[in-house]
């Protein structure tokens, strides 16, 4: 039987964290995450754990008396600002020490979030186009269906950037915050792409991810290194020197959508697969308020 995507103790941390967006959406709740606790014109949907500093007004006490824990009452309220997490899934994820498995684990570990606090997500994986997306809301209990989702969904294609961000305009015209992870490795450059959806109205959060090797590659000597996603195949002799210059273009490179995401009041956040993703998401997300 196949380990869980994301493991129960890990979930229920997760449940004291909310997605958080920097912009204000004209007609829907939005900013900086608006209560959703009990009011008028609000519809219960679930409950979530009790944690410290939580809103006491919202404990339901009859199961308190029940059950002795505490639980908070969960209300939403509609329209909401939709999460969309815009999912890489072409072959170069495949390629690096784990990055697969942890692209997918933080995919999971956000639209978990966004699912207790009632967020609306979407979670749409790429390659060289959209592919078959899945949507959730309305509480934890719809998290099931889409770790399915996740594990079984594979990486395979090359990327199409340019294509991607015309597909989901086209798709997704309502604003709202786009995630994108992805190691930002492709045929095309992403900048372009990325401004375009960003001038439709989109906040950007990019989640750059990439493997140890993708940064530092540890190979020396003559080499026949082969493009995972086009096939290409190339003759590289590797050296000290030329390793040094390879990981100088790649830091630029990163800062470069780091500057991209800045310019467009979006956030940037550089995550290595040498972390594990339970740290990714207490540490570097939430230093730069992505989760908080």
Known sequence: MAAPLLDRAFLERLERLTIHWMKSFPGLVGGHNASRFAGAGQEFL?????HHGDDLRAVNWRAYMRLEKLFLKMFQVEPRVPVRILLDASASMNTGTGKWDFARRLAGALAYVGLVRLETIMLQPFSTHLRDSIPGGGGRH???PMADFLGNLEATGHTNFLQVA????GRYPQRGLLIVI???L?????DR????LAD????????HVWAEEDRVPPWSGELEVEDAETGERLQLTFEEDVRTLYTERFDAYAKGLRELAQRKGGRYIGLTTSTPVE???FGPLNQVQAVY
Do not use: K, T
Not at 166 to 169: D, I, K, L, N, T
Not at 193 to 196: I, V
Not at 200 to 207: C, N, P, Y
């Open 46 to 50: 679930d409950h979530r754990h009790f």
């Open 193 to 196: 792409p990325m401004q375009y």
């Open 142 to 144: 719809r998290f099931a």
């Open 186 to 190: 492709g045929e095309d450059d992403p």
């Open 166 to 169: 015309r597909e989901f305009a």
């Open 182 to 184: 992805s190691d930002f």
């Open 279 to 281: 740290e990714a998401v």
């Open 200 to 207: 439709l109205g989109h906040e950007l959060l990019l989640l």
